[in-house]
């Protein structure tokens, strides 16, 4: 592999697909390259860097050779996805941050998704079979979710979070300090609206009383709960359970074993099965 320090074109909307290093991640970089050299090639697309934007600064910089490796992408859709793909599989990413890298590609994933449905219409009215086609039951948002490893439930909370979330807040999800599900609850409990305080009434039917009183007991209105409603609430608990545990064993290393972060991965483990029994159970009942 040929090694020189290459003048290459630093497109910003492709660096901007890869979350940025944080600081003491560039610096472990940089001491890498200034003690080893540059031992990976730059991916390229033309004389455009796909993958590399970091090290081709510092290389730059320090005037250090470094190897490019060429890569063909039928447009920049297809690079970003790549760029995507790659970053997923290669970095340590919270979530958060896995979802912030795809929801940039929610329009164009939506645009291919739409194309390739219509191709898959033309082609079965055409008889051929060898256009690929997506599940007519597929939408871009799963497939987004899916991208990231996440559910399409916290991959809609993300994109709210993203819209509303001031910087601090997008940063401590970064870092992992705060769960998508906390910050999500916390967004919108600020949104809901305070209730006016009602004005005791002179006059209430003798029934509404009896209520207020407490001499009657209060009863619920029981009804079935809707599909979309079971599926929510499950999802909401295995959210909430897997950020839990994730938390707890990004703790649980071999120099960090200790009894108390065991017993507490246990306790959470108990307390999610007895939420999940509570919940199928008042949905049977119902």
Same mark, same amino acid.
């Given at each position: 592999?040929?090694?020189?320090?290459?003048?290459?074109?630093?497109?910003?909307?492709?660096?901007?697909?890869?979350?940025?290093?944080?600081?003491?991640?560039?610096?472990?970089?940089?001491? %890498?390259?200034?003690?080893?050299?540059?031992?990976?090639?730059?991916?390229?697309?033309?004389?455009?860097?796909?993958?590399?934007?970091?090290?081709?600064?510092?290389?730059?910089?320090?005037?250090?050779?470094?190897?490019?490796?060429?890569?063909?992408?039928?447009?920049?859709?297809?690079? =970003?996805?790549? $760029?995507?793909?790659?970053?997923?599989?290669?970095?340590?990413?919270?979530?958060?941050?896995?979802?912030?890298?795809?929801?940039?590609?929610?329009?164009?994933? =939506?645009?291919?998704?739409?194309?390739? =449905?219509?191709?898959?219409?033309?082609?079965?009215?055409?008889?051929?079979?060898?256009?690929?086609?997506?599940?007519?039951?597929?939408?871009?948002?799963?497939?987004?979710?899916?991208?990231?490893?996440?559910?399409?439930?916290?991959?809609?909370?993300?994109?709210?979070?993203?819209?509303?979330?001031?910087?601090?807040?997008?940063?401590?999800?970064?870092?992992?300090?705060?769960?998508?599900?906390?910050?999500?609850?916390?967004?919108?409990?600020?949104?809901?609206?305070?209730?006016? =305080?009602?004005?005791?009434?002179?006059?209430?039917?003798?029934?509404?009383?009896?209520?207020?009183?407490?001499?009657?007991?209060?009863?619920?209105?029981?009804? %079935?709960?809707?599909?979309?409603?079971?599926?929510?609430?499950? %999802?909401?608990?295995?959210?909430?359970?897997?950020? %839990?545990?994730?938390?707890?064993?990004?703790?649980?290393?071999?120099?960090?074993?200790?009894?108390?972060? $065991?017993?507490?991965?246990?306790?959470?483990?108990?307390?999610?099965?007895?939420?999940?029994?509570?919940? $199928?159970?008042?949905?049977?009942?119902?």
């Amino acid at each position: 592999m040929d090694k020189k320090v290459y003048e290459l074109v630093v497109d910003e909307e492709l660096e901007r697909v890869a979350p940025p290093l944080a600081e003491n991640e560039m610096e472990i970089l940089k001491a %890498d390259i200034l003690e080893h050299g540059c031992k990976f090639p730059l991916i390229v697309w033309g004389d455009t860097i796909v993958d590399g934007h970091n090290r081709y600064r510092i290389c730059k910089e320090e005037g250090i050779p470094f190897g490019i490796e060429q890569m063909e992408f039928s447009d920049k859709t297809e690079a =970003k996805l790549w $760029i995507v793909k790659n970053q997923l599989g290669r970095r340590n990413l919270k979530d958060f941050q896995r979802c912030e890298m795809v929801l940039p590609l929610e329009n164009e994933i =939506k645009a291919e998704v739409d194309n390739r =449905k219509r191709e898959g219409i033309s082609a079965a009215r055409s008889g051929d079979q060898k256009v690929h086609k997506f599940a007519p039951s597929q939408k871009s948002r799963e497939i987004l979710a899916e991208m990231a490893g996440v559910s399409y439930t916290t991959l809609d909370k993300v994109k709210v979070i993203i819209g509303e979330a001031d910087e601090e807040t997008l940063q401590k999800l970064r870092s992992g300090e705060l769960k998508i599900h906390t910050a999500y609850t916390q967004l919108k409990k600020k949104d809901k609206p305070k209730k006016p =305080k009602e004005e005791p009434e002179e006059d209430k039917p003798p029934v509404v009383a009896a209520y207020l009183e407490g001499s009657i007991p209060f009863e619920p209105v029981q009804r %079935d709960a809707t599909l979309d409603e079971m599926e929510a609430e499950f %999802d909401e608990l295995l959210d909430s359970w897997r950020e %839990d545990v994730e938390d707890l064993l990004g703790r649980l290393t071999e120099e960090n074993t200790t009894e108390e972060l $065991i017993k507490a991965l246990h306790t959470k483990l108990d307390n999610f099965h007895k939420e999940m029994t509570k919940a $199928i159970g008042g949905l049977t009942n119902e």
